[in-house]
């Protein structure tokens, strides 16, 4: 089998710039372009091997061998089941890290479309558990440190103001695009700040949705020699991280065009310390930018989203006057 040699995350502006120009997902890039040229598809023979997924932990560490929900044979069409009990949760529901989800702008019938992750025998799942392992290996402290601090870095869509950690998490909405300038931040930009954790609930709700229905085991657990630095209560595919950072980057694309590069860096700069701390796939990663990709475009269409959208946009537009941009 070929190695995976550490590759730095390049990043390309004017390719992405082009690419925002389009209907079109903007092609991978880096190390994610390199690994998914390798094979998906499952090895014959280590069929038991590929029925591993994710198990909700209940005090035992033992992965159960069972079949997958989702998987190379599901209709790419398909929207994914709720996992909601009826009796406990309102139509466009679902359970999420044992809270209900639901969307704001868009309805609970929405589809999108995020490829099957690679196999666990295939070609393409070894080499990236090898990269997680060439990351591991390479880290250093302040990679860690780095990475830790990522970690903490997310919206909670229930928090209110006169809760005590509010005014952190409205900080976080603007953690992508913070090199900017110190006015790109909540108190700022109120509308802009609202904007955000409205669209944060459509993200969550398929985020968990997806989530829920391919079950992906994480990479510790096919890998042993790998050493996660967080534990995860939950599913990998998509990485929560990587997209609701790509929703963040690829929405205030929308509002600040000139900016898109330092949007998407940091979006990627947060994908890929899930793989630094070694709970994610790359795949994981990426699976999480197309389906931001698309959740911000279908958004683009809707009526409700559009107009916050747009009051958020004169928001900014009267901020940049203010400070002379």
């Known amino acids: 089998m070929k190695k995976i040699f550490l590759l730095p995350v390049f990043f390309f502006t004017t390719l992405i710039a082009l690419s925002q120009k389009t209907k079109e997902v903007p092609q991978a890039w880096g190390h994610y372009k390199k690994l998914s040229s390798y094979s998906a598809a499952p090895i014959k023979g280590m069929e038991s091997f590929d029925t591993l997924h994710f198990v909700l932990a209940t005090g035992e560490t033992k992965v159960e061998q069972i079949e997958r929900r989702g ?7 398909k929207a994914p089941e709720s996992k909601c009990d009826p009796a406990a949760c309102q139509p466009g529901e679902l359970i999420g890290n044992g809270r209900k989800r639901a969307p704001h702008y868009l309805g609970a019938t929405e589809k999108f479309f995020i490829p099957d992750f690679p196999a666990n025998s295939s070609p393409q799942t070894r080499a990236e558990l090898d990269y997680l392992l060439q990351l591991q290996q390479q880290r ?74 391919f079950i992906r085991i994480r990479p510790y657990k096919l890998e042993p020699k790998l050493q996660n630095l967080e534990e995860t209560n939950w599913a990998a595919y998509p990485s929560g991280h990587a997209t609701n950072s790509y929703v963040n980057a690829y929405l205030y694309s929308e509002l600040l065009p000139e900016f898109s590069s330092f949007f998407i860096k940091d979006a990627c700069d947060m994908a890929h310390s899930r793989e630094i701390i070694g709970v994610h796939y790359p795949s994981d990663s990426e699976s999480g930018r197309v389906l931001a990709w698309q959740l911000v475009k279908r958004l683009l269409t809707c009526e409700k989203f559009k107009k916050d959208f747009e009051a958020a946009k004169e928001e900014i537009k009267k901020a940049k006057e203010q400070k002379g941009f």
């Open 140 to 213: 250093s402290e302040e990679d860690v440190r780095a990475s830790m601090f990522y970690a903490g870095v997310y919206y909670r869509t229930s928090v209110q103001p006169k809760d005590n950690d509010y005014k952190k998490f409205q900080r976080n909405l603007f953690h992508i695009g913070r090199s900017i300038g110190t006015w790109f931040n909540a108190d700022s930009l109120p509308l802009t700040a609202a904007l955000a954790a409205n669209v944060w609930k459509d993200a969550e709700y398929l985020i968990w949705k997806y989530k829920n229905y």
């Open 71 to 77: 998987g190379p044979s599901v209709e790419k069409t």
